[in-house]
Structures are given as structure tokens and as C-alpha cells.
């Protein structure tokens, strides 16, 4: 697998990212989805990484800079594809390397709390993240479990 950093640019990006956004809106109230479309995303405050396997897209994240030290999970999203095959696990790895490498001490992200986001809490939990309290400007939300993780 190749892991890139993306200028989010590419057709095959914007369908992902696309079908991100329609099930975060179908899954969540409106009030309570977190995801951030293509232009949220073009922030010189977040990198953004695509994994590719034979030039197929196979999923993407990103990494919201706070501050050097408090850095954000954003926009994990795997091809359905691609899906139970690592690819989830791969790219995070990657980007909690990549997080520790530049300084950042805590990672944090928000996911649903619904069961259709059980496999990505999962995740998660298997990488050392904890549930935690509402962090940075989100506020208490039922439909939202946020996690932290210490590097």
C-alpha cells in the first residue's frame, strides 16, 4: 500500500469523500456530523493523506493541527472495497507516526456513538484511544463519542 499526502484534487478523493459526508448525514442528525467537505479539508492547519493499492483508492485521513501538541483525527474513511482488509489500521498507524514525529503529544477525534460507527471505535480502542470528554470548540452531544490517546 501507498500512503500519499494529497492536495485533494482528484476525482477518486472527492466521490470518497463524498460518500463520507452522505453517511455521516444519513447515520447522524445534521446537528451532530463533525465531517469536513473538500474545502474545510484545503486548511494549511491540516495534512491530509489517501492509501492507494495498485492506483485504487482505498481510503483517506487527515490530521487537524490545534496547536504542535493537540492535534485531530479528521475524515477516516476507508473504500468499501477495501474494507476488513487493514487499510484502516495502516493508514492510522501512519498518521499517529507522523503526528508523534512533528510534536504533537495528544491526538483526540470525534466519532458516532450509533452502532454503524462500532467498527471505527473498535479501531480505535485497539490503537490506545480512550474515551474521553469533548475537546477543542465541540460541545457534549449525545450521538458523539470523543476519544484521546497520549503518544
Not at 498507524?93 to 503526528?99: G, I, R, S
Amino acid at each position: 500500500m501507498d500512503i500519499r499526502l494529497d492536495d485533494l484534487t482528484g476525482d477518486d478523493v472527492a466521490k470518497l469523500l463524498t460518500e463520507h459526508l452522505q453517511d455521516m448525514y444519513a447515520t447522524s442528525p445534521a446537528d451532530s456530523v463533525h465531517a469536513l467537505d473538500l474545502s474545510k479539508l484545503r486548511q494549511p492547519h491540516i495534512d491530509f493523506w489517501t492509501i492507494w493499492e495498485n492506483n485504487q483508492l482505498a481510503g483517506c485521513g487527515a490530521i487537524n493541527r490545534y496547536s504542535v501538541e493537540d492535534v485531530e483525527i479528521k475524515s477516516m474513511r476507508v473504500s468499501s472495497a477495501f474494507r476488513r482488509r487493514g487499510v484502516a489500521a495502516t493508514l492510522l498507524t501512519f498518521m499517529l507516526n507522523e503526528a508523534k514525529a512533528s510534536g504533537a503529544k495528544t491526538v483526540n477525534l470525534e466519532t458516532g456513538s450509533m452502532d454503524f460507527f462500532i467498527p471505527a471505535r473498535t479501531l480505535y480502542a485497539r490503537h490506545g484511544f480512550i474515551e474521553c470528554g469533548p475537546f477543542a470548540d465541540y460541545k457534549a452531544d449525545a450521538n458523539s463519542v470523543f476519544m484521546t490517546l497520549s503518544l
